[in-house]
DNA sequence: CTGACATTTCCTGATT
DNA sequence: TAATCAGGAAATGTCA
């Protein structure tokens, strides 16, 4: 029996992405800060592990890092612990892109009026993951607590992560904008990353080994045709792109299984320990 | 402007 | 049957 709900996937997606793919100028503004477009109309005192997320997929998108520069689970901490760390905090935790990151939240500790933009609201009506949200509002609370490590100033981050800091870091040193945005396998990670917002698009089968699932194919390819800001992007088209990441290795074939990727040796970022 | 790159789009055919 | 998987081929959009 295939537990698939099986509906309304279709309905849902239409009419909750549908009438946001509205992308402002996100890609034009880069003032020396980000001020204004800015998602939340919360303080980053307040915000969810969530909305810290999503700050840092934003600055890094408007900036035009790539999006495996930094060590997303230094940052696996609520806007409150944000808001906190020190300049030297950020530049443990982030490298060379601290600074940037320490300027943004400090601007926003300070000004009062956000822009609302929700990636989230996309994300939202999405989770039919069976968790009790309206999908309407919802509040600066969390979502749940992952049991991750908590965060990890990394003493010595740079030692560890300096391979890859260092790699994308002397690519963007002199030209700070480099990838657009993010590649696919690089945006697919990223919310095989995060679970506290992807409730159930992606899923890991194999962590160790970097086998993961798509549960939801079209709501990701939907969400990765809004981050490029293409509406009309299939599950069958984004496969496509997936597939040609073979050749590269950045994924491994899996046969057999049906929606099911692994990553390759090219593909960086993903294991819970060498990140 | 040009070329490399990374998709995006379309398509035919095979599997599940 | 519908959804996926496989790739080829050509079109596109970015970026150096």
């Known amino acids: 029996m295939s537990i698939t709900p099986t509906t309304t996937l279709d309905s849902q997606l239409t009419s909750s992405w549908g009438p946001t793919n509205s992308y402002p100028d996100v890609p034009a503004v880069m003032p020396g800060y980000t001020s204004h477009l800015w998602p939340h109309d919360t303080p980053p005192q307040l915000w969810s592990k969530y909305q810290v997320w999503e700050w840092l997929q934003q600055i890094m998108d408007i900036h035009q890092i790539d999006a495996s ?12 612990q944000l808001c906190s760390l020190s300049y030297q905090d950020f530049i443990h935790a982030a490298g060379s892109v601290g600074p940037i990151l320490f300027h943004s939240i400090t601007e926003l500790k300070w000004s009062g009026q956000y822009h609302v933009e929700l990636e989230q609201l996309e994300l939202k009506p999405e989770l039919d993951f069976s968790c009790s949200f309206p999908d309407a509002s919802y509040p600066p609370g969390e979502i749940y607590d992952p049991p991750i490590h908590s965060f990890t100033p990394a003493p010595d981050s740079p030692s560890s992560s300096s391979a890859d800091i260092k790699r994308s870091y002397s690519r963007s040193h002199q030209v700070k904008k480099h990838n657009r945005g993010t590649h696919l396998w690089e ?86 320990s060498e990140k």
Do not use: C
């Open 69 to 80: 520069s930094i060590p997303f689970q230094n940052f696996d901490m609520d806007g409150h």
């Open 187 to 272: 945006f697919i990670r990223d919310i095989l990353l995060n679970p506290e917002r992807n409730p159930g698009l992606i899923k890991w089968e194999d962590r160790k080994e970097g086998v993961f699932r798509f549960l939801k194919s079209e709501a990701v390819a939907q969400l990765w045709g809004k981050k490029k800001n293409n509406s009309s992007m299939t599950y069958e088209k984004l496969s496509r792109a997936m597939r040609y990441y073979y050749k590269r290795d950045i994924l491994e074939r899996v046969d057999g299984r049906r929606l099911v990727y692994k990553f390759g040796k090219n593909a960086r970022g993903w294991r819970e």
